[in-house]
T-cell receptor, first 114, second 112 residues
Framework: DAGVIQSPRHEVTEMGQEVTLRCKPI?????LFWYRQTMMRGLELLIY????????DSGMPEDRFSAKMPNASFSTLKIQPSEPRDSAVYFC????????????FGPGTRLTVT | AQSVTQLDSQVPVFEEAPVELRCNYS??????LFWYVQYPNQGLQLLLK??????LVKGINGFEAEFNKSQTSFHLRKPSVHISDTAEYFC??????????FGGGTRLMVKP
């Protein structure tokens, strides 16, 4: 299996622009998580899905952030409008119901908002 | 609520020396405990986990951790580190189906 795939790996954008991050989970995994990692706040869970349905989005920082999972093999995290404080590494992870505690992480997307 | 504290943000150590990375957690109920490793510019990968049974857990790359319920600790150890062990290590806790709560991470820096 190719593992969790994220794109792009790096994104540089200007403040106010829309940013879309993409994730393809491991085939057969029914849970998908979006995390954000910064030096100041460490690793934070933003939102997670089960069977394509958002279960807990309490970690989403503001209304500028939105996430969707239109099917079992694709999810997006969108920031509109972006701000410099959104600069971080965003990780996607997936797992199965039986292996709920062992999450498989993608390589991350490093976002820089100038 | 659960929380995880990694007492050291950075641990410098010479190659072939032993190392211990400390992790303490707080929870009012039984938990599952994990260590993840993040190599530079990569995502996290599972190093080892404690779900039940023996309190000494062995993981990949020669690492092991010991669950101590009375001290609410889950310290990670390796008897002899290599340069390739340089990475950030995250302790995490989960309770029966809840999501993972991660500690702040410990950066292990192995020097030649």
């Amino acid at each position: 299996d190719a593992g969790v795939i994220q794109s792009p790996r790096h994104e540089v954008t200007e403040m106010g622009q829309e940013v879309t991050l993409r994730c393809k989970p491991i085939s057969g995994h029914d849970y998908l998580f979006w995390y954000r990692q910064t030096m100041m706040r460490g690793l934070e869970l933003l939102i997670y899905f089960n069977n394509n349905v958002p279960i807990d989005d309490s970690g989403m920082p503001e209304d500028r952030f939105s996430a969707k999972m239109p099917n079992a093999s694709f999810s997006t995290l969108k920031i509109q409008p972006s701000e410099p404080r959104d600069s971080a590494v965003y990780f996607c992870a997936s797992t199965t119901t039986t292996g709920l505690h062992e999450q498989y992480f993608g390589p991350g997307t490093r976002l820089t908002v100038t | 609520a659960q929380s995880v504290t990694q007492l050291d943000s950075q641990v410098p150590v010479f190659e072939e020396a032993p190392v211990e990375l400390r992790c303490n957690y707080s929870s009012s109920v039984s938990v599952y405990l994990f260590w993840y490793v993040q190599y530079p510019n990569q995502g996290l990968q599972l190093l080892l986990k404690y779900l039940s049974g023996s309190t000494l857990v062995k993981g990949i790359n020669g690492f092991e951790a010991e669950f101590n319920k009375s001290q609410t600790s889950f310290h990670l150890r390796k008897p002899s580190v290599h340069i390739s062990d340089t990475a950030e290590y995250f302790c995490a806790v989960s309770h029966a189906g809840n999501m993972l709560t991660f500690g702040g991470g410990t950066r292990l820096m192995v020097k030649p």
